[in-house]
C-alpha cells in the first residue's frame, strides 16, 4: 500500500490543521504517528477502515480527531509540543489488553507531513 499525505504547515498556538493521507490499497485501519528529531515515532490516532473504532493518545484526546475519508486528522488547539514531523501509517488492526490496535505494517508508511506550532 502506497500512502501520500497532505496537510500540514505553520500555526500558531490554540490554531487548526488538518492531515489527510490517500492510500493506493486496502487498509484494515490507518493512523497517524508523529516524531521530533533525537526521539522515538510516537502514536497519535488511528482509524478502523471499515469500522467504528478510533483511537487517541491521552496527549492529543480532546483536540485530534481522526475520520474515516483519508484518515483525515483533524487537530484543533494545537501546542507548541505538537510540532513534530507527522506520518501516515496503514497498519494491522488488534484487540488485546482489553483494548482496540492498529500496530503499524513495516512498509506501510507515508513520507511524512512537518507540522510546526509556534
Known amino acids: 500500500v502506497q500512502l501520500v499525505e497532505s496537510g500540514g504547515g505553520s500555526v500558531q498556538t490554540g490554531g487548526s490543521l488538518r492531515l489527510s493521507c490517500k492510500a493506493s490499497g486496502f487498509t484494515y485501519c490507518m493512523g497517524w504517528f508523529r516524531q521530533v528529531p533525537g526521539k522515538e515515532r510516537e502514536r497519535v490516532a488511528f482509524?478502523?477502515?471499515?469500522g467504528d473504532i478510533t483511537g487517541y493518545d491521552d496527549s492529543v484526546k480532546g483536540r485530534f480527531t481522526i475520520s474515516h475519508d483519508g484518515a483525515t486528522l483533524q487537530m484543533q488547539n494545537l501546542k507548541p509540543e505538537d510540532t513534530a514531523m507527522y506520518y501516515c501509517m496503514a497498519g494491522s488492526f488488534s484487540y488485546y489488553n482489553r483494548a482496540y490496535h492498529c500496530n503499524p505494517l513495516d512498509e506501510n508508511w507515508g513520507q511524512g507531513t512537518q507540522v510546526t506550532v509556534s
Open positions: 482509524v478502523q477502515t471499515y
